[in-house]
């Protein structure tokens, strides 16, 4: 069967599911002006967050790499980088790290004097992009789908149900050379020995063995008391873990990666997932996605500002937020779901709006070093 879908060819060999000009700001203190550019230009989003001024260390370097990631994403026809000018995240560092495969342009309010010069220069800038972002769609193969995949709050119960139509569905996408970035969640951590197993990277299988150590999901606090340090799971954690581990489906595993780390070719990969959604497929942005697959017991209230998010709920319950849900899994074969979840991804890949997008629901958000997990 060939999967194909429409979408927008960039210059690198990279297509994008949506067309926005992304108005990204280098820190905390230019977001009210990212915001102002970005709400009067059709076709634009302000990617907003909370970091980059006196940042070190670590979590400066995942700032940074999530911003280079976020404005290289194929979903940006064009990317316009607004700073203040003093802050450690210089826009002239951030402009020498992204790749040219867009338009791309870097502002900052005090170069510029003042927050009005700088509304006025990045609308100036922004609108001229507009007028010449490519309206028409081309067919494209799903080999140039890099699809995001988490699950959250799963019950126990219901997961056997669940995990055999996502596994599938994985399995599915990685035979026809799609590319699929699987969120490793705190829930699925556990099952670190059996992920080791699906590789024949040594580097790679280390990567998921040193999962037993717990110490990346601990706060600073916890992270560095010692009484407060577990060096193995309990049963009760493993066992959750083994049964999350279908949703995965039996794919060979190309590599495990940090965030903003892009994949090397098609095929299956794992991403460190946060227990904040939204720091997740932000991340999974970051690292190239053009698509994502969030599945849920209960629906979910946001998604990503630039990935259309495709809300899978494993529930027959009609009761948790209904407007919100893409596709509702029934009692029929795992393949016949599995096909069905798919064509509704290359609906979606290629222009449907999610659920989501409808009531214009998406955030973005950095993740912080030892903090949020």
Sequence with gaps: MAYQFEGYLRSDGTVGTRNYIGVVCSVICSSRVT???????????????????????????????MLVGMASNPNLYAALLVGLGCETNQISGLLRSIPKNKPLEGIGIQYLAGGKNTINKGMQIAEEWSK???????????????????????????????????????DILVENDATVLMGLTET????????????????????????KDRLDRKQ????????????????????????????????????????????????????????????????????????AIVISSRGILTGSLILPCLTVHSSSSTEYFKDLIDY?????????????????????GSGQQTSLEKYDLGEFSIPHVGTTF
């Design 132 to 170: 010449k972002v490519e309206r028409k769609r081309r067919i494209f193969s799903i080999t140039s789908l890099s699809v995001g995949v988490i699950a959250l709050d799963l019950e126990d119960e219901k997961l056997n149900k669940v995990t055999s139509i996502i596994g599938k569905t994985v």
């Design 328 to 348: 509702r899994l029934t009692e029929e074969e795992a393949e016949v779901q599995a096909e069905k979840i798919i064509e509704t991804l290359l609906q979606v």
């Design 220 to 291: 600073w606090k916890e992270a560095y008391t010692s009484k407060n340090i577990r060096n193995s799971y309990s049963k009760k954690e493993k066992a959750r873990a083994s049964l999350e581990l279908a949703l995965t489906g039996n794919s060979k595993v190309h590599n495990f990666l940090y965030y903003s780390e892009k994949p090397a070719g098609n095929g299956l990969y794992f991403t460190k997932a946060s227990n904040n959604l939204t720091e997740t497929l932000s991340g999974m942005a970051s690292s190239g996605c053009n698509i």
């Design 188 to 211: 699925l951590a556990p099952a670190y020995l059996e992920l080791s197993k699906r590789t024949d990277n040594d580097e790679v299988k280390n990567k998921f063995l040193s999962l």
């Design 35 to 65: 915001k102002e550019i970005a709400e009067n230009v059709n076709d634009a989003v302000p990617l907003v967050h909370s970091n980059g001024c006196a940042q070190l260390g670590d979590d400066f370097t995942v700032t940074k790499n």
